[in-house]
Each structure stands twice: as C-alpha cells, then as structure tokens.
C-alpha cells in the first residue's frame, strides 16, 4: 500500500485560488494513476480530477477550466490547482494512487467562504 499524505489545504475566499498537493511513498510513483476526489457534508464522495501514467487527465464537470492536476514524477507528487474557488468547492479533499489497488490519503479540509 503507498502512503499518501496531502497538503495545501486551508480557508479561502469566493474566487481565491489553493494548490493542493499529495506526496506518494513509493518508488514507482510514475507507474500509478493519481487522482483526487473530495466529499462534502452529506454528500457522497466524487471523483474530482485524475492523471494517468502517462499524463493524460480527466476532470468533473464542476471543475473543468477551473482545476488542474498535474504531477512531477520526480518528486512523487500530484498536485491539484484550484482557481475561481467557489463555496461549493468546499469539501475534504482526498488523494487516491491506483495500481494493483487503490490507496488513499488522509485528506486535506478545503473551506471557501467570505
């Protein structure tokens, strides 16, 4: 199982911007499949945005043109660039790694609001 351990939340305003980012245990951190999912109060738990091995991505409706994921291999990290936040982007946010199975991180609390 890799460890994943994510960073970068916080409080910020309608229209801010957070980058979020999630640091992987392995040494094949470049073979996986990287996502991040989030879930808000009484909500179920969705799929945000991911990025494959080999870079291609894939992004809720939500977040298209607002979010980019992207990942630097050499520093086993996925990050995740959040712009024009909204209070509905508020959410805990999840870092997700699929290979064999899927391992997640502890989350990382995201709150927008004025």
């Known amino acids: 199982q890799v460890q994943l351990v994510e960073s970068g939340g916080g409080l910020v305003q309608p229209g801010g911007s957070l980058t979020l980012a999630c640091a992987a245990s392995t040494t094949i951190f470049s073979l996986y499949t990287m996502g991040w999912y989030r879930q808000a109060p009484g909500k179920q738990r969705e799929l945000v945005a991911g990025i494959t091995s080999g870079g291609s991505t894939n992004y809720a409706d939500s977040v298209k043109g607002r979010f980019t994921i992207f990942r630097d291999n050499a520093k086993n990290t996925v990050y995740l660039q959040m712009n024009s936040l909204k209070p509905e982007d508020t959410a805990v946010y999840y870092c997700?790694?699929?290979?064999?199975?899927?391992?997640w991180g502890q989350g990382t609390q995201v709150t927008v609001s004025s």
């Open positions: 997700t790694a699929d290979r064999v199975r899927r391992s």
